[in-house]
Antibody, heavy 121, light 106 residues
Framework: EVQLVESGGGLVQPGGSLRLSCAAS????????MHWVRRAPGKGLVFVAR????????EYGDSVKGRFSVSRDNAKNTLFLQMNSVTAEDTAVYYC??????????????WGQGTLVTVSS | DIQMTQSPSSLSASVGDRVTITCRAS??????LNWYQQKPGKAPKLLIY???NLQSGVPSRFRGSGSGTDFTLTISSLQPEDFATYYC????????FGQGTKVEIK
């Protein structure tokens, strides 16, 4: 059974940094692109970032480019999101997700439970 | 970037009603359109992928159609557990979502 468990969320001050993790199990992590998606309070889903299977290619949503960095540790089946220079607009539940049937699919068929990031002074 | 526009942003319906949600892409995305359902406090759930394929375990009352720039999600007979927010998402290029459609009880 595919399991994705996010952690690392919490309260962070504006301008601060936070690192989210997503522990994956139940599938061959090393063959899947991995994704981050967020949902701000009262708003819709927004693509944040994705990374290819060996970590050599990344893509970011416009709202986080230059501030967030996605990475992975294939030896530990773990995905990361480094969040820098955060603002109140980054307050959201952050989900990690996998693509259907692996590879570079961005049909998100498995999601974690999400981790809440609150940016406030 | 491809922009996705859903309509309506919300709707009220009764159990048993037929419900239709539309999604328009800012450029052609072929059939690379997916639909998700999200309930409060829960992760999104994949319903339909590549425009018309029903995800395993999803009831057959959910149907997707369309290609190019215009797509539709239809719920043939709304059930109590279907009251939720629905999102379209394109997987043609860097992913993007519609703004969501909240389906509420009338």
């Amino acid at each position: 059974e595919v399991q994705l468990v996010e952690s690392g969320g919490g309260l962070v001050q504006p301008g601060g940094s936070l690192r989210l993790s997503c522990a994956a199990s139940g599938f061959t992590f090393t063959t899947y692109w991995m994704h981050w998606v967020r949902r701000a309070p009262g708003k819709g889903l927004v693509f944040v970032a994705r990374i290819n299977s060996d970590g050599t290619r990344t893509e970011y949503g416009d709202s986080v480019k230059g501030r967030f960095s996605v990475s992975r540790d294939n030896a530990k089946n773990t995905l990361f999101l480094q969040m820098n220079s955060v603002t109140a607009e980054d307050t959201a539940v952050y989900y990690c997700a996998t693509g259907k049937d692996g590879g570079d699919s961005s049909i998100f068929d498995h999601w974690g439970q999400g981790t809440l990031v609150t940016v406030s002074s | 970037d491809i922009q996705m526009t859903q309509s309506p942003s919300s709707l009220s319906a009764s159990v048993g009603d037929r419900v239709t949600i539309t999604c328009r892409a800012s450029q052609s995305i072929d059939i690379y359109l997916n639909w998700y359902q999200q309930k409060p406090g829960k992760a999104p759930k994949l319903l339909i992928y590549t425009a018309s394929n029903l995800q395993s375990g999803v009831p057959s009352r959910f149907r997707g159609s369309g290609s190019g720039t215009d797509f539709t999600l239809t719920i043939s007979s709304l059930q109590p557990e279907d009251f939720a927010t629905y999102y379209c998402q394109q997987s043609y290029s860097t992913p993007s979502f519609g703004q969501g459609t909240k389906v509420e009880i009338k």
